[in-house]
């Protein structure tokens, strides 16, 4: 492949230019995230002893763990807004981090890893003009992280830890249960099953000391219907939904996960698949229009680009990478609906055209799990 001259100078000093972009970024765009002073006022009463104040009222959907890392994020902060060095060290985690990402997982060298790592960081530059992770809830980016590395270790055999970090996504909000499916990529039923009561105890566990200081109303929230979401096209006089609604939509969600990781358990790519399709359902179904919902698809979208490896076809590495420009583009516009179903569309071709790779080639770091994959499909059936 040959290149422009002027483009060559851009590819070597891609790790620079984005780390200056992103701190860039960090001073010249908005950053007054939702919720997140709330949540980390409650984070302090946590702090200081106090259980009640932090969910008496039914409006903190946030678990105790994302208050209590609220309350860090917002050191040194003023009002609403998180302090500079914070946001510039975030936005540059953020976007290193996605190009990290390409690095460790493809197989490839020169030119070819330089255009996927530029074209990750770009990504991960677009996200802040949405802007993700400052638009409200930057705690839960880290929610699909924690669902594909415990499918992950799932497949290792690594049940308490794999349990541990579902118990700690849930900790982080109540909703990352839909994401318990995700270890069906690496397991059956069976496994899977006792992992998911782990999971949930150590989740619970977080909540318990609210509910048995009577302190606890999480369940008593309603949600407006929005008139841009589906709930209201399908049933435009419904104007609040409560929790057995919610549960409605928990199934779906989660029905959905489960279909993927179970149908492409032995593809590697679907470890970031999975949790991608579970935050796209959720988004798409939900009652509620929010443009933080697209902070988690950042990063499930972003590995989802890493994992398909620099040794795949040249086409399907592109569409792999179109997810990310599209929810880009409806976070930008506004359009979660639409956006999420056409990103849901895209993962699904993306997932069935399938991984064809050369020997000795492909995602290194799921090589081992290649390797084993007639061991791990023997336990399927456990």
């Given amino acids: 492949m040959t290149l422009p001259r002027w483009v060559e100078p851009l590819l070597r000093g891609r790790w620079v230019a984005a780390t200056l972009l992103a701190a860039v970024f960090a001073v010249v765009l908005p950053a007054a995230p939702v919720d997140t002073a709330e949540f980390a006022a409650a984070g302090q009463r946590i702090l200081d002893g106090h259980l009640d104040g932090v969910y008496d009222s039914g409006w903190n959907q946030a678990g105790p763990l994302q208050l209590l890392l609220s309350r860090v994020l917002m050191l040194g902060g003023a009002g609403d807004t998180p302090a500079l060095p914070v946001r510039m060290a975030v936005n540059v985690a953020l976007v290193l981090g996605s190009m990290a990402l390409c690095r460790r997982f493809g197989a490839a060298a020169g030119l070819r ?23 409200g809830h930057p705690i839960e980016l880290a929610i699909p992280a924690l669902w594909a590395y415990a499918s992950f270790l799932q497949g290792r055999g690594r049940t308490g830890t794999a349990a541990a970090l579902l118990g700690a996504s849930v900790a982080i909000a109540p909703w990352a249960v839909l994401g318990f499916p995700c270890l069906l990529a690496a397991s059956g039923l069976g496994r899977a099953l006792r992992t ?5 105890l150590a989740g619970a566990a977080g909540y318990l000391p609210f509910v048995v200081a009577g302190h606890f109303g999480m369940f008593r929230h309603v949600w407006k219907v929005d008139p841009d979401s589906l709930v209201h096209l399908l049933f435009p ?56 919902y697209w902070g988690p698809v950042a990063v499930a ?27 880009v583009c409806a976070g930008l516009a506004g359009k979660q609906v639409t956006g999420a179903a056409a990103c849901l569309v895209v993962l699904l071709a993306v997932l069935l055209a399938g991984v064809r790779r050369p020997a000795g080639t492909g995602v290194v770091e799921w090589a081992d799990v290649s390797r084993s994959g007639a061991h791990q499909r023997s336990r399927l059936h456990r």
């Fill in 196 to 200: 998911w009561i782990l999971a949930g």
């Fill in 113 to 135: 890893a330089a255009l996927r790592e530029s074209a990750a960081g770009v990504l991960g530059l677009l996200w802040f003009l949405v802007p993700v992770p400052w638009w």
């Fill in 301 to 327: 979208i972003t590995l989802l680009f890493a994992l398909v490896g620099a040794a795949e076809r040249p086409w399907r590495q592109l569409l792999a990478l179109l997810p990310g420009y599209l929810a």
């Fill in 237 to 292: 006089d419904l104007a609040t939904v409560s929790w057995p609604l919610r549960l409605v939509q928990a199934v779906v969600v989660a029905g959905g996960c489960a279909a993927v990781a179970w149908r492409f358990r032995d593809q590697p790519v679907v470890y970031a698949a999975a949790p991608a399709a579970a935050l796209l359902i959720r988004m798409f179904v939900d009652p509620v229009t929010l443009r933080y």
